[in-house]
């Protein structure tokens, strides 16, 4: 069984940053790919970044492009995303997610678990 625990999120100004930490437990991080995705408030959940197993080949959606920046340490079953440049429609909950596969991709399906999730409002 995995586990995922986000942190990190908070309240920031726009122009601002922050970085979200996933922890992971269990042996299936450093062979898997992991995602991010966001929940904004009444929209569905997309997708925004996600790295293969070995922390290489970047994933993002065009709207984080150049902004927000994916990395993980697998010694630390961590995966990290750098926040900078915060826009309003950055605000959402924020999830990890680790695939059931090696590489990278966007679509949710491809992911086995999810963790709870950590807010992020960016205020003007």
């Known amino acids: 069984q995995v586990q995922l625990v986000e942190s990190g999120g908070g309240l920031v100004q726009a122009g601002g940053s922050l970085r979200l930490s996933c922890a992971a437990s269990?042996?299936?991080?450093?062979?898997?790919?992991m995602g991010w995705f966001r929940q904004a408030p009444g929209n569905e959940r997309e997708f925004v970044s996600a790295?293969?197993?070995?922390?290489?080949?970047?994933l993002y959606a065009d709207s984080v492009k150049g902004r927000l920046t994916i990395s993980r340490d697998n010694a630390k079953n961590t995966v990290y995303l750098q926040m900078d440049g915060l826009k309003l429609a950055d605000t959402a909950d924020y999830y990890c997610?680790?695939?059931?596969?090696?590489?990278?991709?966007?679509?949710?399906?491809?992911?086995?678990?999810w963790g709870q999730g950590t807010q992020v409002t960016v205020s003007s």
């Open positions: 790295i293969n197993y070995k922390g290489n080949a970047p």
């Open positions: 269990g042996r299936a991080f450093s062979s898997r790919a």
């Open positions: 997610a680790l695939s059931a596969y090696y590489s990278e991709s966007s679509a949710q399906e491809d992911y086995e678990y």
